[in-house]
């Protein structure tokens, strides 16, 4: 029997962008893979299978097996730290991650951050040798400042507009974040070639070319 490849796609904000990649790539997609709202999509002539997952759910998917292959941020593989291979960086959903606040804040010592990444905010805060309080949130983190729940937050900038209509100013940047292509260990090891094709074909969109 043919091996099928079980891909764990992101909904939501980087599904856009990388569905066009994959496009780009030379998989047949059909166009109803976009408004779709089935979380389980077969594209038989392909040989995959798309699950669609939170973002934050991917790396679990593929742990776990339940998918082959996934697309995830590198915000959210640094916070969950799961047991995948990290094999190419797509380039796609470029943003950073940045330490803000009320623009007041900055002269004070930080005291209590709120984020959706208290994993690394905590590491960060760590190895700047301040001791923060955390508060996990689980999104609209911008609130927590404005409304006296924080007076640091740990969170994604892509356009700035989030922090700029709150009236939030960005203290630190953190690190530049991208989308990765990440694999389960043991599929890389049965699945090796249709893995290989996979990252070879996305390889080449990524570095400028076009894929056959
Ligand atoms: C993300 C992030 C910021 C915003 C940044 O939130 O957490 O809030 O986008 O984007 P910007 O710099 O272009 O304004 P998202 O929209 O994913 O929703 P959330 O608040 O529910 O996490």
Redesign the pocket.
């Known amino acids: 029997m043919k091996k099928q490849l079980t891909v764990a796609m992101p909904k939501?904000?980087i599904f856009v962008e990388a569905v066009e990649l994959l496009k780009k790539a030379g998989y047949n997609l059909p166009p109803e893979f976009d408004e779709s709202r089935k979380l389980i999509l077969n594209i038989e002539q392909a040989g995959m299978r798309f699950i669609l997952a939170k973002p934050v759910d991917v790396p679990t998917y593929v742990e776990h097996g339940a998918a082959d292959v996934g697309i995830a941020g590198k915000d959210v593989l640094l916070e969950e730290n799961r047991d995948i291979y990290e094999v190419l960086d797509l380039k796609i959903s470029e943003c950073y991650l940045a330490v803000a606040g009320l623009p007041d804040a900055k002269k004070r010592v930080a005291r209590k951050v709120a984020t959706?990444y208290p994993r690394i905010a905590s590491n960060y805060f760590r190895e700047q040798g301040e001791q923060v309080e955390i508060v996990k949130l689980n999104?609209?983190?911008?609130l927590a400042p404005l409304i006296g729940l924080a007076d640091r937050i740990v969170?994604?900038?892509?356009?700035?507009?989030?922090?700029k209509e709150n009236g939030l100013v960005e203290f630190e940047k953190m690190m530049p974040i991208t989308s990765r292509l990440i694999v389960n260990p043991a599929s890389y090891r049965l699945k090796d070639q249709l893995i290989d094709e996979m990252v070879n074909k996305l390889s080449v969109v990524i570095e400028g070319g076009q894929s056959e």
């Open positions: 939501g904000r959706k999104g609209s983190i911008e969170d994604i900038v892509s356009t700035g507009r989030t922090l």
